[in-house]
């Protein structure tokens, strides 16, 4: 059975061991804004998903992880759907995210209806691409 919950200060050490892109402290601000969830299959945590405000305003997954074994089974498309649901609870009209141009995340991302909105170019790195999901479509 899939939960999804808020991250607490007791998941820290399940927590680094898929998210490896963000500081402690960084960590505990999840924490203390719920801007942050560990995802479950029958009360066992298997991923984090983690997100901020764009431009203080809207908002976007800056990371969805989930452990190997349970990749392509649909529990990281039931964890978007979910934190989309409580984003348009809050009554903001659209979602973002970005992954790099040589990553797979990019094919999930359209395939639960996200639409490429442009990339960004820094130097030395692949393109990152931004995708959006408006609520109202």
């Known amino acids: 059975m ?9 998941d820290k050490k399940f927590w680094f061991t898929l998210d490896r892109h963000i500081s402690e402290n960084e960590f505990k601000a999840k924490v203390r804004n719920k801007q942050g969830y560990v995802i479950y299959v029958e009360n066992k945590p298997i991923g984090v998903l983690r997100y901020n ?27 978007m759907k979910c934190w989309e649901s409580e984003m348009q609870s809050l009554n903001y009209e659209l979602v973002m995210t970005s992954t790099q141009a040589d990553e797979q995340a990019q094919h999930f991302y359209r395939k639960i209806g996200y639409i490429d909105s442009g990339c960004l170019l820094l130097r030395g790195e692949p393109a990152e691409i931004f995708f959006v999901k408006w609520f109202d479509e």
């Not at 899939?2 to 007791?10: A, G, H, Q, S």
């Not at 405000?53 to 976007?60: A, C, K, M, S, V």
């Open 2 to 10: 899939f939960d999804m919950r808020y991250v607490i200060e007791t």
């Open 53 to 79: 405000l764009f431009w203080d305003n809207t908002p976007f997954v800056n990371l969805i992880e989930l452990q190997e074994a349970y990749h392509g089974k649909g529990f990281g498309s039931q964890a």
